[in-house]
């Protein structure tokens, strides 16, 4: 039996975001081929900034990551990479995150 193909999507919510706030990644995969089951297996999240991949497993068709960036700047170029290995075949997608720099307000109260 030959893989089930499928397609990979990928979201960022906040977007933008700030450094060092948490950005929840969230990738849907969906198989090409109508009436088949919802794919399993894990997505492979790449941040675009140097840090690790991190491995999400996919539940009901959604991987979740969450990752905060410590510097600001991008587009950062996000990859979500599906990877079942028995009944559905990987797939890619890549999109951008464009993190802001922090706010800083300072505030003189007088004595």
Do not use: K, R
């Amino acid at each position: 039996m030959n893989p089930v193909p499928t397609t990979t999507a990928l979201s960022s919510s906040p977007e933008p975001s700030v450094t060092g706030q948490p950005v929840t990644f969230t990738a849907t995969v969906t198989p090409d081929t109508a009436g088949a089951d919802i794919p399993s297996g894990t997505v492979i999240f790449g941040f675009g900034d140097g840090t690790a991949l991190v491995a999400a497993p996919v539940d009901n068709g959604t991987a979740v990551s969450v990752h905060a960036y410590t510097a600001s700047g991008g587009p950062y170029t996000l990859t979500a990479t599906h990877d079942d290995g028995e009944n559905f075949a990987g797939s890619t997608t890549t999109g951008i995150h464009t993190v802001e720099q922090a706010s800083t307000e300072i505030e003189v109260c007088p004595h």
